[in-house]
């Protein structure tokens, strides 16, 4: 099994040392806004997501779609 997790971690650390670093918003109908700033290590392969300037946690279900069509 630690091989297994060692690998996955070493493909995920190819990945993230290809990316670019970058800040990304979208904004809902409902006015909550979702901001990302992702900061990346080339050196480390590491990424760092940081979420500041997010709206806060709502009451309701911004991430689920309504089941159509049938139930569960």
């Known amino acids: 099994m ?3 997790q060692d690998n996955a971690e070493e493909a ?3 990945v993230v040392a290809s ?3 970058g800040k ?3 904004k ?3 006015g909550e806004e979702v901001k990302v700033n ?3 290590d080339q050196q480390k ?3 760092t997501i940081d979420f500041t300037g ?3 946690q709502v009451k309701k279900n911004l991430n689920a779609t309504a089941l159509v069509g049938g139930s569960t």
Do not use: M
């Open 2 to 4: 630690q091989y297994v």
């Open 12 to 14: 995920v650390r190819q």
């Open 19 to 21: 990316l670019e670093e």
């Open 24 to 26: 990304f918003s979208c």
């Open 28 to 30: 809902f109908d409902s």
């Open 38 to 40: 992702i900061s990346i």
């Open 45 to 47: 392969r590491n990424a």
């Open 54 to 56: 997010t709206s806060s």
